[in-house]
Every structure is written in C-alpha cells, then in structure tokens.
C-alpha cells in the first residue's frame, strides 16, 4: 500500500506491507536511525517514537495506521529545544540514559515532561493550606514508576528519572518566561 | 525456495454492516483492534499465514460510550485508556486502579477493550476485572446465512485454559458493566502476562454486604492461561456473617486450594500460593474493616 505521512518534520512518501511495523520501515529509512530494534515484540521499549504526540513503541503500529500520521523519532526531536532541556538536566545531575537505551528514553522523559505540564496547568488548589498540594501538583512517583516499564533497561531509576523531570521542566519554564 | 511472504489487504469499515459484507466475501481474514497483541507476537512479521485483516478502529457502533443509571456501555474499540478516562466517575476508584495497573498509559491507549476479551489463546487482566463486576459482553457470531447476536457473561466467552471459545468469525461489539457499589472490590495484577506465564496471576473480588452479611460474592482469579471462576465458591463466601474468624478465613483458604486442585485448569503452584494469599489478605481486609464500622 501506499502510504504518505510526515516523519521529523519531512513528509515522507512509501510503499509498504500494510502490516509492515513502523521501527522496520523506520530502519530501512535511515542509516543513522537510532532506534535500538533488538527485541520487535514490544519488549525491550528501545523503538520509542512520537506518533501524533503520544510517545509509542514503533514496533506496535503498523503501516496501515500511517497514513497522514505525524512522526517524530529521536533524530528529529534531538533538533528542537525541548531536547536542549534534558541534555543540561543531564549535565546538571551527573547521570543520563545509557547507550542502548538514550534515544527511548529521553523521548520518555519528554513524554513525561508534557504530562507533568499537563498536570500543572489543570492545577487548581481547593484549599490555600491543602498539605497535598506538592502531590497533587506533581506526577506520583508511582506513576512515573509505572510509566517507565515500557522501556526495560535499568540504568535509571524512578527517582533518578524524576529529578531529571523536574529539572528539565524547571529549565523549560524559565526558558519560555513562564512561572512554575 | 523462499516462500513468499503475505501481502495483507487491508479493510476499513465504518459499520457493522460493512464488516459483515468484508467477512461475507473473504474467509481468510483477521479483526485488528489496537494491534498490541497481535504485533508483540513473535516473528509477526513478515507474515506468512496469507490472511488480510480487517481494522475494527473505525468502526462507529465499536466506538460507543453510553452511560445510564443501571449500566455503563463501552464499546469493543475503545481504548483501556479512555475507558479510564470516561469511566471515572461510574465505575468507582479500585476499578479505575485495577484498569490503570495495566501496563502503561501508553500501551493503555492503543489496547482495546475487544483486544484484551477476544485474544484466543491469552488472557488479560480486563477479562477478570469485568468477570468479577458481572459485565455482559456482546457478541455477534457470522456463520453462513446469518449473525447472531448474544449477551452472555465474561466468563462464558472462555474455557478453563482461558481460551476464547468463538472460533466462527466472531466479534465482540460492546461491554454492558452493573453500576455497583464502587468500594466492594478487590483487583490485584501480579506478574506480566506476555512474559511469565506460570506466575502472572490476576485476582479479583466483588461483594456486597448486607447487615452482618456477605450478601453476593464474585471471585476471579485467572492467569494468561487459565480462568477459573466457581459458583459454589462465590455461594459458600456469599452465605457468610461477618467479622470473619481466623477459622473460617483458613477453611476458605483450604476450600480455595481443593476447587482449584480439582478442577482441570493448569495452574502452577507459585499461582495457587499466590491466589491464596491474595484472597487470605482480602478477607482479613473486609473483616477489619467490618469492625472498624466502614460498611455501616
Ligand atoms: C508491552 C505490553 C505490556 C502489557 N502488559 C499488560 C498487563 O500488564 N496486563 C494485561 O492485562 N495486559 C497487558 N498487555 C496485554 C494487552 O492488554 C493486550 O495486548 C491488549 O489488550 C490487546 O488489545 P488490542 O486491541 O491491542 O488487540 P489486538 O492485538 O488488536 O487483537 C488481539 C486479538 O483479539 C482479536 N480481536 C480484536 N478485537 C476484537 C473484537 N472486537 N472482536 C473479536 N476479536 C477481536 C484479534 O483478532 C486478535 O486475535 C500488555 C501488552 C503489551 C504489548
Ligand atoms: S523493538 Fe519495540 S519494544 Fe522492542
């Protein structure tokens, strides 16, 4: 089938399989492509990609979900300032993804860092002296623990990969002006 | 020679109707819904099984949410995701928790409810969550000259090993949940389902009390391959006064251990130690909180 979607910005054109999964054409597209493909059954969480907005395993859409659809692989995302954020939150902290798994994982942490945004700006406070606020304000940890099981390597941890969060997100308010 | 590796058409229907003119004309064919299970196969592709597929995800009746005073009804092609998200406030917190301890948000929002019930030789965690809250499932059987249509109980949809029993081209359409009483739930997902078959063990327990009783009582408890429900087990916790002694916790416990052993599902010993403690932590809860005046 043919198949038209826009990849890191670029519209891109192919034909494919319609079950051809996306980290293989994505493989087949690019030399540099960073995308760890080792497992291509939803296991290792090393094929990470931003598809319409939502960070995904590559391995799990196929090529028929493609069309018209908006992709965005590490490659692409290592351009925009967003990237700039986790890098010196990286810096800062002392501590980054390892080799295998940087690119997945930074798009992670990204996904991570715009749901916190999320989180922040429905924020209401129903009481001036709530003692949840802190909570409430901010992602659980057993949700950032959740979250992160999609990708398996273990060289973060959940605490580690939250500091990177609000760090990163610290950095992108004050970039943009805004408050916390 | 190499075989040649399938070039799979793909359908889009936007109804039922559609879809049962696709299966009409093309026997060799597949549903497709949110393609986590189907594509985390190992060696899904290339594909080499000559079947074309049809993608449930557009489909309009699939992707309804209807919510009345008695039931909420969510389609076959709605997300686990955003089943979470609209049913927030009918469907109570444990099971809200329960639907969120499945993998992560992300998987979350391309599983599908038809997905997690339909799979043929698996079972997920959701069919053991709607067993227990009593849901219906609509089904739609094509066979030769006609559909037929059917709500029958989640449990009815497998046999014991877990398997879904429809071979026929069938297709699930819609889930019908009771609104209960959102607190009287127990859910517990233990282990990953794709990964450790003879440990992965999901629990799950409705009830509902009457003065000192337990009045009905639902209990599930299921593993990517086995489904064991037992109505004479819900009966014997359904007659019981509350608080419960230490004897009698321990008399379920044993009575748990002996339906379990005598029926013919293939459960390993860690999942019947582990369905064990997890029913022994359930009573004790209930009972504690029976004595500290909650269900008052
Ligand atoms: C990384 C990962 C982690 C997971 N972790 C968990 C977990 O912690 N707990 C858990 O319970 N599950 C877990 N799962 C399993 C997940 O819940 C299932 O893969 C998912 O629910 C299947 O839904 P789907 O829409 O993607 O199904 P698909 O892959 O599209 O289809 C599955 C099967 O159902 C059939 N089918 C689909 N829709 C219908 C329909 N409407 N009628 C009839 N047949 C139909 C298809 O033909 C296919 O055989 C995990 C999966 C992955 C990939
Ligand atoms: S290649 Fe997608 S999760 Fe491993």
Not at chain 2, 20 to 30: A, E, F, G, R
Not at chain 2, 113 to 124: E, V
Request: with cysteine; glycine share 4%; hydrophobic share 35%.
């Amino acid at each position: 089938m043919k198949i038209n979607c826009t990849i890191d910005g670029s519209p891109y054109s192919i034909i494919a399989n319609a079950d051809k999964p996306l980290n293989i054409i994505l493989q087949e597209k690019s030399d540099t492509y960073l995308i760890n493909n080792s497992c291509l059954s939803a296991e290792c969480g090393n094929c990470l990609i931003f598809f319409n907005g939502i960070c995904l395993p590559s391995c799990l859409i196929p090529a028929f979900k493609l069309n018209g659809a908006i992709i965005q692989t590490f490659e692409g995302y290592r351009k925009t300032r967003f990237y700039h954020d986790i890098e010196r939150a990286y810096a800062e902290l002392g501590y980054k993804p390892c080799k295998q798994c940087y690119a997945s994982k930074t798009l992670l942490i990204e996904s991570l860092i715009n749901k916190l945004d999320k989180v922040r700006l429905t924020y209401s406070p129903s009481n001036i002296n709530d003692n949840n606020e802190d909570e409430e304000k901010n992602l659980s940890s057993e949700f950032i623990h959740n979250e992160i099981k999609i990708n398996k390597c273990k060289c973060l941890s959940a605490s580690q990969i939250d500091n990177i969060i609000q760090l990163a997100y610290l950095y992108r308010r004050r970039r943009s002006g805004k408050k916390l | 020679m190499a075989k040649n590796f399938n070039n799979p058409s793909i359908y889009t229907p936007k109804t039922l109707n559609e879809v049962v003119s696709i299966l009409k004309d093309n026997k060799n064919i597949y549903f497709f819904s949110g393609g986590t299970y189907i594509l985390s196969k190992k060696n899904n592709y290339p594909d080499f099984s000559n079947k074309d597929i049809i993608y449930l995800g557009d489909v309009a009746e699939l992707l309804k949410i209807n919510h009345s005073d008695k039931f909420t009804e969510f389609g076959a092609s709605i997300s686990i995701q955003k089943m979470i998200n609209s049913g927030m406030q009918t469907l109570g917190k444990n099971t809200i928790g329960a639907l969120e301890s499945i993998s992560t948000s992300q998987i979350r929002s391309l599983s599908t409810i038809g997905g997690a019930l339909c799979t043929p030789n698996k079972r997920f965690f959701l069919s053991t969550i709607l067993s227990v809250l009593q849901a219906q499932a609509e089904i739609r059987i094509f066979n030769k000259k006609r559909t037929i249509i059917k709500f029958i109980d989640i449990p009815s949809l497998y046999d014991e090993n877990g398997f879904f029993k429809y071979t026929e081209p069938t297709i699930l359409t819609k889930i019908k949940i009771p609104i209960t009483h959102t607190k009287n739930q127990y859910f517990f997902n233990l282990g990953s389902p794709l990964k450790e078959l003879e440990s992965t063990v999901y629990f799950g327990f409705n009830f509902s009390i009457s003065q000192n009783n337990i009045d009905t009582c639902h209990v599930c408890i299921s593993g990517p391959e086995f489904f064991f429900t037992n109505t004479d087990f819900d009966n014997v916790i359904s007659s019981i006064t509350l608080p419960l002694t230490y004897n009698q916790i321990n008399n379920l416990l044993h009575l748990l251990k002996e339906k379990i052993s005598t029926s013919s599902i293939k459960i390993s010993n860690l999942q019947i130690e582990r369905a064990v403690r997890l029913l022994h932590f359930t009573l004790k809860d209930i009972s504690e909180r029976f004595v500290s005046g909650e269900y008052a």
